[in-house]
């Protein structure tokens, strides 16, 4: 099933509103509406497939609160105490910024590898 939704399918409900006399929908907002939803999309599915590269980044966010909290126990947990959604938006952050790194390398045709000394190999 293909929710692809394009300038000809927008035009189409356009007309329908039109007859029922309803305000038209900007094309070029939908398209770009669409365009986000499909790169949001993307990246779930993307973060979906890198479960252990997300864990590993959730480790070291979790090693640098608890040394900058200097709680060697200190567990991210509460809504908006500094806790669980702060943290999950940090690793969320550092996910995103890696998926975009990658995607430029990927687009460049680098095979989504970096090379240089400093990769880190």
Known sequence: MSTKITARSIAARNAIRAEAKLPL???????????????AAAFDNWAEQNRELRRRIEAKVLAR??????????????????????????????????????????RRGAGGRASGPWRGD
Do not use: C, H, T
């Open 25 to 39: 929908v900007d094309i070029a907002l939908k398209l770009a509406q669409a365009a986000r939803i499909e790169q």
């Open 65 to 106: 609160a608890r040394r900058k909290r200097g709680d060697p126990n200190w567990w991210p947990s509460g809504y908006l105490s500094g806790g669980g959604l702060s943290f999950g938006l940090v690793v969320r952050k550092v996910l995103k910024r890696i998926y975009r790194m990658r995607q430029s390398l990927d």
